[in-house]
């Protein structure tokens, strides 16, 4: 079981920068690839980032690639999303979520998942 807890959203203009951070329970969080996922309002969730278990491969959805970076600190059982560059279409909740398919775009590869945290990004 992995628990995840995400942290860091708020309110942003356009163009600034926020960084979300997701801590994880368990000991086995380093056995896990984790990406993070969005939804807006009436919309599908979807796929934003993600990183492979050693942090070594990381893979971006096209409207955030440039922008966005992901991150993770095994030791503090962490993953991060650095999002700079704030567009108002980057408003959504962001959830993160762990994997043990390796790095994947497809939520139902996801077996855990935290409960979002709110991005606004006002223009």
């Known amino acids: 079981?992995?628990?995840?807890?995400?942290?860091?959203?708020?309110?942003?203009?356009?163009?600034?920068?926020?960084?979300?951070?997701?801590?994880?329970?368990?000991?086995?969080?380093?056995?896990?690839?984790?990406?993070w996922f969005r939804q807006a309002p009436g919309k599908e969730r979807e796929f934003v980032a993600a990183i492979s278990w050693s942090g070594g491969k990381t893979y971006f959805a096209d409207s955030v690639k440039g922008r966005f970076t992901i991150s993770r600190d095994n030791a503090k059982n962490t993953v991060y999303l650095q999002m700079n560059s704030l567009k108002p279409e980057d408003t959504a909740v962001y959830y993160c979520a762990a994997t043990t398919q390796g790095l994947s775009d497809y939520d139902y590869e996801y077996n855990y998942w935290g409960q979002g945290t709110q991005v606004t990004v006002s223009s």
């Open 1 to 35: 079981q992995v628990q995840l807890v995400e942290s860091g959203g708020g309110l942003v203009q356009s163009g600034g920068s926020l960084r979300l951070s997701c801590a994880a329970s368990g000991r086995t969080f380093s056995s896990y690839a984790m990406g």
